[in-house]
């Protein structure tokens, strides 16, 4: 029977926070916009749809939602292509140790598939998935299940037979709804809804996943 990890990006396989932080406060100033970090950090994870009304106010358009967005993302990737990014903790050796294990794997994120392709090249971790699922490949962002649910169809695996890798209240919920397992990486309270909440995944134990994946699903 297969078995696959869904992984979610953004501060769960990379700490990519201050570039997102950097590319969004030069975008908004370009806008005329100032931001500050409070703000950034309840947005975190969102995708750029519900985030630039919320700052653009009145002057929101579809067009300029799109227009912002862009320019957004193009620094975004202009920063991880000059500065480079980190995986976060413990992510590259679970990458490595799951596939050696027969664990099918893909990133299922709310990311452009151009960042994600941006941030795996600059890591050297692109082998390590079967498929990805990005915003272009969903209508509905999390806490919806509509990524994870794809990402399993893409592997040609149950739900079932999945476990997510999250690090958001809302990735969390996301995964169960869809009957997933979930294992989250960072504070416990937030996050207390996972299967498994551990504060990085270094911490985790060496058969945290096939013991996860052995419990009865989400409903």
């Not at 992984?7 to 926070?17: E, H, K, N, Q, V």
């Not at 413990?90 to 990311?111: H, N, P, Y």
């Amino acid at each position: 029977m297969p078995k696959a990890v869904l992984w979610d990006l953004d501060g769960t396989l990379i700490d990519s926070a201050e570039h997102h932080w950097r590319a969004w406060r030069e975008t908004m100033s370009a806008e005329g916009i100032e931001i500050s970090r409070e703000q950034f950090l309840a947005t975190f994870g969102q995708r750029n749809g519900a985030i630039i009304p919320a700052w653009l106010g009145k002057r929101t358009t579809p067009l300029a939602i799109q227009r912002i967005g862009e320019a957004k993302e193009d620094r975004y990737r202009r920063l991880v292509r000059e500065q480079g990014v980190a995986a976060a903790p413990g992510a590259a050796d679970w990458l490595r140790r799951l596939r050696g294990e027969g664990w099918r794997q893909a990133v299922a994120s709310s990311a452009p598939r151009l960042n994600i392709e941006t941030v795996l090249e600059a890591l050297g971790l692109g082998r390590f998935f079967d498929a990805i699922v990005s915003a272009e490949d969903v209508r509905r962002g999390k806490p919806d299940p509509q990524v994870f649910l794809a990402a399993a169809n893409r592997l040609g695996v149950e739900p079932r037979d999945c476990i997510v890798v999250e690090d958001a209240p809302a990735g969390v919920e996301a995964a169960k709804r869809a009957g997933i397992r979930c294992i989250a990486a960072g504070p416990p309270g937030p996050l207390g809804a996972a299967d498994l909440v551990v504060a990085d995944l270094s911490q985790l134990e060496d058969d945290a996943f096939d013991r996860l994946r052995g419990r009865p699903g989400s409903p």
